[in-house]
């Protein structure tokens, strides 16, 4: 039976009364179609596996992926990865090593998904370990850094795996079977691009289903030690779980780094909403009241601040969509999706949980005293009470300190967000401990550094000697004349500069072949280099799919993958610069061969066609770049969108401006930390400003809420203020507190990035819980009212907590 007593169905709009009545009178029936429709989504969603793409981090139009995309056009989608293990006796003469490199090559290349292999003993066999041949020994000088380090005793095998759109199902499978046979060899690891990715989203799916877990199980005993009732545990794990599944049903994320989190955000945010509910429902329930007066009354007082929560919850999370980094705006539009599903799920099964799961303890409807069970949180919520009454009179008598330290702060704050930097190692987003990381730093080491990238240059459909010598000058140039600086002066920004020319130049030094003709010897070797590797020839040099008349040349650069931000732009500059003005005399070479035909057509001299640069350092040094960039522009669309909804709840300004102002100040507090210490910005740190900003605003809007409601009900400022601070400060503590643990549980996520978003949005809540109930109360306090609120009241005592509490009840009450 729905109460319908004048004390519970009075003054204000009868239509959320009406809703609310209808809500809970066909509880068992919004019960079922929950339980069908989460069951349906669950059952029927189909399973799609994780895929990423690496151009997937910028936008579809974004110069960078353009060229990229080109650049896969001309020379295959397939991928390449290091196998990479120790043997001291690669090079001994008695051709052991070569014959153990032999081996290993034959394993790789029986493994499904394998297009080719390339290695050390593919170009002359095992004439290569001949110390008394010039060319062998070029050739590895040449190759040193990508199939063997300086001294000989670390052998780097090159995979080429298929990287067709029809094999990409199968690229975890051929990554895991590549992993096994590295396993079994000495110091043997896998590394690139391609396995970083994969590792990455390994990483995360594991992360999803143990955070997951570990913040349910937290957040369960965080509910129970507040609440003493199992009934209110079952009641948050069904509502959240719910909203879980069916996020993970009807959306998929392609990109794991920026989606471990979600479903451990989601629950956080359930838990955290959830907990003012019981808090207040216990409130009302102290009083004597129906179980269903209780609901319903608490519903009433909570609809405003719990919809308001949740829309800002959705802004700042669909902040992130302004990035220009594709996985950021896939976890925005999740988020989003997710909110939207814990808000329908709260709609479907909270009253029928709520009311199915309690008992009528005072059937008769009047007060009594609080059994044993209930009195020990009505024990905590009077010390709360009085310590933030105590807090508002600190603060108070203390305002001439607090408001110059929280300028000082603020100002310094912002200076140390001028000194913040990016994270430009991606090696660094796993944990030291992570067995690719040291893979990395061997590379890192001994092969010269892991950043791998290209330039692409349009070549003569036959290389001929003219256009060779324009490519060896545009590489000696590269080699000699791209510099960054350190902390001995400068040092070369490549550590390894490769094409077709240094393999046909590795030949030319020979004495015993130099009275061959020139063109006749550099076809001959690339004739050789075609027929023993012909994987390695077709990817350094290949025909335009679009202009069939035109060939591309490919030169491998190798840069060290540990720098930073600066130095990386530096280098891609510099080699940019060169290589546009080497391309006149490159271009020369295209134009007039030695007969004096020409090359290419009068339709492509009047293309605007130059040089590719690209690659994956270059990819991940534009999404480094933007990391700043995009943190700010999301920050700023939460911060307009959060004004937007202030202004629409309150239409006050200077309410809006009490806002806005106490839940930057935490934020600007943590990042101008983060500057200060020299901590980099990465993907939780980019996430973090623009999701705090929707989180740490709740209990912001249950103050203000109340203490408009308050003044709406004749009750002074001041003193409405002294009750907000009683009526709300413990709920307040309880939703931080879950949001607190919740998000310390993401600490333990092997992706450095979830860790770093974990604990820098603990640090912001309770930042943002000090300012709510020490700045916001006399903020709202100074706000310009009408004439007619009178601005006298006093202190209450905190002691006579009954009859302080039926007061602002009954207030609180007349006005729903």
């Known amino acids: 039976m729905i109460p319908s007593s004048p004390e519970v169905m009075q003054s204000g709009s009868r239509l959320p009364e009406v809703v609310i009545a209808f809500w809970v009178r066909y509880r068992h029936l919004f019960l079922t179609l929950g339980i069908a429709l989460f069951s349906a989504l669950v059952v029927l969603s189909p399973r799609v596996p994780n895929s990423f793409v690496v151009t997937e981090l910028l936008p579809p139009r974004h110069p960078e992926r353009v060229q990229w995309e080109r650049f896969k056009q001309i020379f295959g989608s397939d991928e390449l990865v290091l196998v990479v293990y120790r043997d001291p006796q690669l090079f001994d003469p008695s051709g052991s090593g070569m014959a153990r490199l032999h081996g290993v090559t034959q394993r790789l290349r029986a493994i499904p998904g394998v297009r080719d292999t390339w290695s050390i003993d593919q170009p002359l066999g095992n004439l290569i370990i001949e110390s008394k041949l010039t060319f062998a020994q070029d050739l590895r000088r040449f190759f040193e850094g990508y199939t063997h380090n300086?001294?000989?005793?670390?052998?780097?095998?090159?995979?080429?795996?298929?990287?067709?759109?029809?094999?990409?199902?199968?690229?975890?499978?051929?990554?895991?079977?590549?992993?096994?046979?590295?396993?079994?060899?000495?110091?043997?690891?896998?590394?690139?691009?391609?396995?970083?990715?994969?590792?990455?989203?390994?990483?995360?799916?594991?992360?999803?289903?143990?955070?997951?877990?570990?913040?349910?199980?937290?957040?369960?005993?965080?509910?129970?030690?507040i609440s003493r009732q199992i009934r209110w545990?079952?009641?948050?794990?069904?509502?959240?779980?719910?909203?879980?599944?069916?996020?993970?049903?009807?959306?998929?994320?392609?990109?794991?780094?920026?989606?471990?989190?979600?479903?451990?955000?989601?629950?956080?945010?359930?838990?955290?909403?959830?907990?003012?509910?019981?808090?207040?429902?216990?409130?009302?329930?102290?009083?004597?009241?129906?179980?269903?007066?209780?609901?319903?009354?608490?519903?009433?007082?909570?609809?405003?601040?719990?919809?308001?929560?949740?829309?800002?919850?959705?802004v700042g999370f669909g902040a992130l969509s302004f990035s220009d980094i594709q996985p950021l705006r896939e976890f925005?539009?999740?988020?989003?999706?997710?909110?939207?599903?814990?808000?329908?799920?709260?709609?479907?099964?909270?009253?029928?949980?709520?009311?199915?799961?309690?008992?009528?303890?005072?059937?008769?409807?009047?007060?009594?005293?609080?059994?044993?069970?209930?009195?020990?949180?009505?024990?905590?919520?009077?010390?709360?009470?009085?310590?933030?009454?105590?807090?508002?009179?600190?603060?108070?008598?203390?305002?001439?300190?607090?408001?110059?330290?929280?300028?000082?702060?603020?100002?310094?704050?912002?200076?140390?967000?001028?000194q913040l930097d990016v994270e430009t190692d991606f090696t660094r987003h796993f944990r030291k401990r992570n067995k690719l990381v040291v893979a990395y730093e061997v590379v890192e080491h001994e092969l010269g550094g892991a950043g791998v990238w290209d330039i692409a240059v349009p070549a003569p459909r036959e290389l001929h000697p003219d256009y060779l010598r324009a490519i060896l000058r545009l590489e000696d140039r590269l080699r000699q004349e791209v510099l960054i600086p350190c902390e001995?002066?400068?040092?070369?920004?490549?550590?390894?500069?490769?094409?077709?020319?240094?393999?046909?130049?590795?030949?030319?030094?020979?004495?015993?072949?130099?009275?061959?003709?020139?063109?006749?010897?550099?076809?001959?070797?690339?004739?050789?280099?075609?027929?023993?590797?012909?994987?390695?020839?077709?990817?350094?040099?290949?025909?335009?799919?679009?202009?069939?008349?035109?060939?591309?040349?490919?030169?491998?650069?190798?840069?060290?993958?540990?720098?930073?931000?600066?130095?990386?732009?530096?280098?891609?500059?510099?080699?940019?610069?060169?290589?546009?003005?080497?391309?006149?005399?490159?271009?020369?070479?295209?134009?007039?061969?030695?007969?004096?035909?020409?090359?290419?057509?009068?339709?492509?001299?009047?293309?605007?066609?130059?040089?590719?640069?690209?690659?994956?350092?270059?990819?991940?040094?534009?999404?480094?770049?933007?990391?700043?960039?995009?943190?700010?522009?999301?920050?700023?669309?939460?911060?307009?969108?959060?004004?937007?909804?202030?202004?629409l709840a309150f239409r006050r300004i200077w309410t809006v401006l009490a806002l806005i102002l106490c839940n930057t100040l935490p934020i600007i507090f943590i990042l101008g930390a983060l500057g200060w210490c020299r901590i980099p910005v990465n993907f939780g740190v980019v996430m973090m400003a623009a999701i705090s900003l929707g989180l740490s605003v709740d209990s912001s809007l249950h103050y203000a809420t109340t203490y408009e409601r308050l003044l709406k009900a004749g009750i002074s400022p001041i003193r409405s203020i002294f009750c907000c601070q009683m009526l709300l400060g413990p709920p307040v503590i309880y939703a931080t507190l879950s949001?607190?643990?919740?998000?310390?549980?993401?600490?333990?996520?092997?992706?450095?990035?979830?860790?770093?978003?974990?604990?820098?949005?603990?640090?912001?809540?309770?930042?943002?819980?000090?300012?709510?109930?020490?700045?916001?109360?006399?903020?709202?306090?100074?706000?310009?009212?009408?004439k007619n609120c009178s601005n006298e009241g006093t202190m209450p005592a905190s002691n006579d907590r009954k009859t302080q509490n039926e007061i602002v009840m009954d207030k609180l009450e007349g006005d729903s």
Not at 181 to 203: D, K, N, Y
Not at 296 to 312: D, E, F, G, M
Not at 548 to 574: F, G, N, V, Y
Not at 588 to 615: C, H, M, N, Y
């Open 233 to 314: 545990v079952i009641i948050n794990l069904a509502i959240v779980g719910a909203a879980i599944l069916a996020s993970q049903a009807t959306l998929r994320p392609s990109f794991g780094f920026a989606s471990a989190p979600l479903a451990s955000l989601i629950t956080v945010v359930g838990v955290a909403t959830l907990m003012h509910v019981f808090t207040r429902y216990k409130l009302c329930d102290t009083f004597g009241r129906s179980r269903e007066e209780s609901f319903i009354l608490s519903i009433q007082q909570l609809a405003k601040p719990v919809l308001l929560s949740l829309v800002t919850d959705c």
């Open 150 to 225: 300086s001294h000989g005793d670390l052998c780097a095998v090159v995979v080429v795996i298929d990287g067709s759109p029809e094999a990409t199902h199968r690229l975890t499978t051929t990554l895991l079977e590549l992993d096994r046979v590295a396993a079994t060899l000495p110091e043997g690891m896998l590394v690139g691009p391609p396995v970083l990715i994969h590792e990455g989203l390994r990483q995360a799916e594991a992360d999803a289903r143990q955070l997951l877990w570990l913040v349910a199980a937290l957040l369960s005993i965080v509910v129970f030690a």
């Open 488 to 647: 001995g002066g400068r040092r070369p920004g490549l550590t390894k500069v490769l094409s077709l020319a240094d393999v046909v130049e590795s030949f030319r030094q020979d004495k015993s072949l130099r009275f061959i003709r020139q063109d006749l010897m550099d076809a001959v070797i690339l004739g050789v280099i075609r027929q023993r590797m012909p994987g390695l020839y077709r990817a350094l040099y290949a025909p335009d799919p679009v202009v069939p008349d035109r060939w591309w040349l490919r030169i491998m650069l190798r840069s060290p993958e540990r720098q930073d931000a600066s130095s990386r732009r530096q280098t891609i500059k510099q080699v940019r610069d060169i290589t546009a003005e080497e391309w006149p005399a490159i271009r020369a070479t295209l134009r007039f061969r030695s007969s004096g035909q020409s090359e290419i057509s009068q339709k492509d001299q009047d293309d605007d066609i130059s040089p590719l640069v690209t690659g994956y350092f270059v990819i991940f040094s534009v999404v480094v770049e933007s990391m700043l960039r995009n943190q700010n522009i999301t920050f700023l669309g939460a911060l307009v969108g959060m004004i937007c909804v202030f202004w």
């Open 739 to 786: 949001l607190c643990v919740g998000f310390l549980s993401l600490t333990t996520s092997q992706l450095v990035p979830t860790a770093v978003l974990g604990i820098l949005l603990s640090f912001t809540m309770l930042s943002g819980l000090l300012t709510n109930v020490t700045l916001l109360p006399w903020l709202l306090l100074i706000t310009p009212r009408n």
């Open 332 to 418: 925005a539009l999740m988020a989003v999706f997710g909110i939207g599903w814990l808000a329908l799920s709260g709609v479907l099964f909270l009253p029928g949980l709520v009311l199915i799961l309690s008992r009528e303890k005072n059937p008769s409807g009047k007060a009594h005293p609080a059994r044993r069970w209930t009195a020990l949180p009505r024990q905590r919520i009077t010390r709360f009470s009085r310590a933030l009454l105590r807090i508002l009179k600190i603060t108070k008598r203390l305002w001439y300190l607090l408001i110059p330290a929280v300028l000082a702060l603020g100002a310094l704050s912002i200076g140390g967000l001028f």
